[in-house]
């Protein structure tokens, strides 16, 4: 059903679909943006500033207020797009694979942009892809064709308005979070080197003496996981954790029912550490299970080092070990070479207050994690409700 004063229209009767070519600007320098500066969740990364005549051939033009879609698989499917403003000149150009999208008179441009960001606009356009596997692309006539119940200007701009207000509240809270783990990290790099020292509780004074350095395997032992074949994993039993049950890429898990010797078993608050493809320390928050051969668990000894200081430890060395290698050689990383890393070791005390401060920065980020969590699931209620009609604004 149509609202009430909306009309049923093509997209290209809102806007035009890749228009000419502007002219050349009196400086002669344009903004230019390559697909990899557009996010998936539909906003500009950054520009790079060109000259006219170099970028002018061979590349899709845009002016402010266009809006940008990635036409090939998967960019398109995954979101990549973005409303521009602010180019220079007020002119850009960038990859052969954008559609361009502006806004005729009387369509609001944040409207068409906020149109094209909808779950229903992109699986349509996965359907209708045309192209060879690998470069499939959504045509311009899909485009120029795809239906919109669209409203008066006058609701278009109030609607535009208010899914614009939840993008500012996504973005400065996405700002909050990365400098919440800017913080923690400059944190880390402080309190684990011994440079910022907390003060102790018992005395009301900063800790003091000297840190122990320590190899990892005299102080923690870090038990192999095993390797299973494809017949061993099985409908029922015991479940095994892989990289993707702790890296949030995947959580089905796999499961076995063979019998293994008590050190192969992790348990709620064990610490976990992953050693290929992916690194980094994990505290497996689920009940009994087995950990796959990607996967050390590491046992701190009682008295000499806390398990939540030892995370924040692997966490902080693994960062200075990939920024050492660039990324390379950790592929191949052993037990052996683990167990002979050298760490400080402060007194327990002096680990369990470090691991508390860093543990207070964690929940922090996670707070406001959730409440980006929470904006975006609000925006994307409100924007289909908005942009079906099913909830009216009041137009001034």
């Not at 898990?253 to 050190?263: G, K, Q, V």
């Not at 009682?302 to 966490?315: A, V």
């Given at each position: 059903?149509?609202?009430?004063?909306?009309?049923?229209?093509?997209?290209?009767?809102?806007?035009?679909?890749?228009?000419?070519?502007?002219?050349?600007?009196?400086?002669?320098?344009?903004?230019?943006?390559?697909?990899?500066?557009?996010?998936?969740?539909?906003?500009?990364?950054?520009?790079?500033?060109?000259?006219?005549?170099?970028?002018?051939?061979?590349?899709?033009?845009?002016?402010?207020?266009?809006?940008?879609?990635?036409?090939?698989?998967?960019?398109?499917?995954?979101?990549?797009?973005?409303?521009?403003?602010?180019?220079?000149?007020?002119?850009?150009?960038?990859?052969?694979?954008?559609?361009?999208?502006?806004?005729?008179?009387?369509?609001?441009?944040?409207?068409?942009?906020?149109?094209?960001?909808?779950?229903?606009?992109?699986?349509?356009?996965?359907?209708?892809?045309?192209?060879?596997?690998?470069?499939?692309?959504?045509?311009?006539?899909?485009?120029?064709?795809?239906?919109?119940?669209?409203?008066?200007?006058?609701?278009?701009?109030?609607?535009?308005?208010?899914?614009?207000?939840?993008?500012?509240?996504?973005?400065?809270?996405?700002?909050?979070?990365?400098?919440?783990?800017?913080?923690?990290?400059?944190?880390?790099?402080?309190?684990?080197?011994?440079?910022?020292?907390?003060?102790?509780?018992?005395?009301?004074?900063?800790?003091?003496?000297?840190?122990?350095?320590?190899?990892?395997?005299?102080?923690?032992?870090?038990?192999?996981?095993?390797?299973?074949?494809?017949?061993?994993?099985?409908?029922?039993?015991?479940?095994?954790?892989?990289?993707?049950?702790?890296?949030?890429?995947?959580?089905?898990?796999?499961?076995?029912?063979?019998?293994?010797?008590?050190?192969?078993?992790?348990?709620?608050?064990?610490?976990?550490?992953?050693?290929?493809?992916?690194?980094?320390?994990?505290?497996?928050?689920?009940?009994?299970?087995?950990?796959?051969?990607?996967?050390?668990?590491?046992?701190?000894?009682?008295?000499?080092?806390?398990?939540?200081?030892?995370?924040y430890m692997l966490d902080f060395e693994t960062q200075k070990w990939m920024s050492q290698s660039n990324g390379m050689g950790l592929l191949h990383i052993t037990k052996?070479?683990?167990?002979?890393?050298?760490?400080?070791?402060?007194?327990?005390?002096?680990?369990?207050?470090?691991?508390?401060?860093?543990?207070?920065?964690?929940?922090?980020?996670?707070?406001?994690?959730?409440?980006?969590?929470?904006?975006?699931?609000?925006?994307?209620?409100?924007?289909?409700?908005?942009?079906?009609?099913?909830?009216?604004?009041?137009?001034?």
């Amino acid at each position: 059903m149509v609202p009430n004063g909306w009309e049923v229209k093509k997209l290209g009767e809102l806007c035009s679909l890749n228009p000419k070519k502007p002219s050349k600007p009196d400086d002669g320098v344009v903004s230019f943006i390559a697909m990899p500066q557009l996010s998936e969740s539909g906003k500009v990364i950054s520009t790079k500033i060109k000259p006219y005549d170099e970028v002018s051939k061979g590349f899709t033009s845009f002016v402010d207020k266009d809006v940008l879609v990635a036409k090939i698989t998967p960019c398109f499917e995954n979101g990549k797009g973005a409303l521009v403003d602010n180019l220079e000149n007020g002119i850009g150009f960038g990859s052969t694979e954008f559609h361009v999208l502006r806004a005729k008179k009387g369509t609001h441009p944040e409207f068409i942009y906020y149109l094209t960001r909808t779950k229903e606009l992109r699986v349509k356009g996965e359907m209708n892809m045309q192209g060879s596997a690998g470069h499939r692309r959504v045509t311009a006539d899909y485009f120029n064709a795809y239906k919109v119940v669209t409203p008066p200007y006058s609701e278009q701009r109030k609607i535009a308005l208010i899914l614009s207000t939840w993008d500012n509240a996504i973005s400065t809270t996405e700002k909050l979070i990365e400098t919440s783990k800017q913080q923690k990290k400059a944190l880390m790099k402080q309190l684990l080197t011994g440079k910022k020292r907390l003060v102790n509780q018992e005395t009301g004074k900063a800790f003091e003496g000297e840190w122990e350095e320590v190899l990892q395997g005299d102080v923690a032992t870090f038990h192999n996981g095993r390797a299973y074949k494809k017949t061993e994993w099985e409908e029922q039993g015991t479940p095994v954790i892989r990289l993707q049950n702790l890296t949030g890429r995947g959580t089905e898990f796999y499961y076995s029912t063979l019998e293994l010797p008590e050190h192969q078993y992790c348990t709620k608050g064990d610490l976990l550490y992953m050693w290929s493809a992916t690194f980094g320390p994990a505290i497996w928050k689920g009940d009994k299970a087995i950990y796959h051969y990607h996967i050390w668990k590491v046992s701190c000894k009682p008295n000499q080092l806390s398990k939540q200081f030892m995370f924040y430890m692997l966490d902080f060395e693994t960062q200075k070990w990939m920024s050492q290698s660039n990324g390379m050689g950790l592929l191949h990383i052993t037990k052996t070479t683990m167990e002979k890393q050298l760490i400080g070791l402060p007194s327990i005390a002096e680990q369990q207050k470090i691991a508390s401060v860093l543990t207070s920065a964690d929940k922090e980020i996670e707070v406001l994690e959730a409440k980006l969590a929470h904006f975006k699931q609000e925006k994307k209620a409100l924007m289909q409700q908005l942009l079906t009609g099913k909830r009216r604004v009041v137009v001034e």
